[in-house]
């Protein structure tokens, strides 16, 4: 099993910039979801799913937008780049309980 | 709204011996989940345990144990037995049961370093 997939693994853009950060999971799991990870912050929550079609906010969502089209995609796309979004993201699926999170291996965007 | 709180922003151990991170969390709801994750220099999120907050019972994985003290919301990690493969920074998180599962919330992390 391949688990959570995220493309690319790191990336520059300009500002104003529009891109999409790729995520695949091969787990038939119903939720997924994207963090970004800033120092001093862990990770905070932009956007999840809680199965295909369904989505909804979460603690940071301006300037992401999200789809659900299929149980095993979960793109999340950056409109406009701002410097504020230099990060760190990491898309997690799950099938709930205490079975966990599997993570992706994180995309390092770098905004200037 | 669920908060996580971890306190203590970086600690450091010998090998072979044992250290707790600590970790304290707020939360209105009677049922949910709680978590570590280590993520070391790689990047990669890797889970090390879970509990269930109508569990009594500690959990325990190996080397790695927890304390969970539900009244005082708090969930430390025990790690026994440092390994230098243990040097990471430490995450812990929770979820609830009837609002989402889509949804973890994580404290800030705690830098952990092994000396050997």
């Known amino acids: 099993n391949a688990g959570v997939t995220q493309t690319p693994k790191f990336q520059v853009l300009k500002t104003g910039q529009s891109m999409t950060l790729q995520c695949a999971q091969d787990?038939?799991?119903?939720?997924m979801s994207w963090y970004r990870q800033d120092p001093g912050m862990g990770l905070r929550l932009i956007h999840y799913?809680?199965?295909?079609?369904?989505?909804d906010q979460g603690e940071v969502p301006n300037g992401y937008n999200v789809s659900r089209s299929t149980t095993e995609d979960f793109p999340l796309r950056l409109l406009s780049a701002a410097p504020s979004q230099t990060s760190v993201y990491f898309c997690a699926s799950s099938n709930g309980g205490d079975y966990g999170y599997t993570f992706g291996s994180g995309t390092r965007l770098t905004v200037v | 709204a669920q908060t996580v709180t971890q306190s203590q922003p970086e600690m450091s151990v010998q090998e072979a011996e044992t250290v707790t991170l600590s970790c304290t969390y707020d939360t209105s709801e009677n049922n949910y989940y709680l978590f570590w994750y280590k993520q070391p220099p790689s990047r990669q999120m890797i889970l090390v345990i879970r509990q269930e907050a109508y569990k009594q019972q500690n959990a325990t994985e190996n080397r790695f144990s927890v304390n969970f003290q539900k009244a005082a919301k708090s969930f430390s990690l025990k790690i026994s037995d440092s390994q230098l493969g243990d040097t990471a920074m430490y995450f812990c998180a929770s979820t609830t049961v009837r609002t989402s599962y889509g949804k973890l919330t994580f404290g800030q992390g705690t830098i952990l370093t092994v000396h050997p």
């Open positions: 799913s809680v199965g295909a079609g369904i989505t």
């Open positions: 787990m038939n799991h119903e939720y």
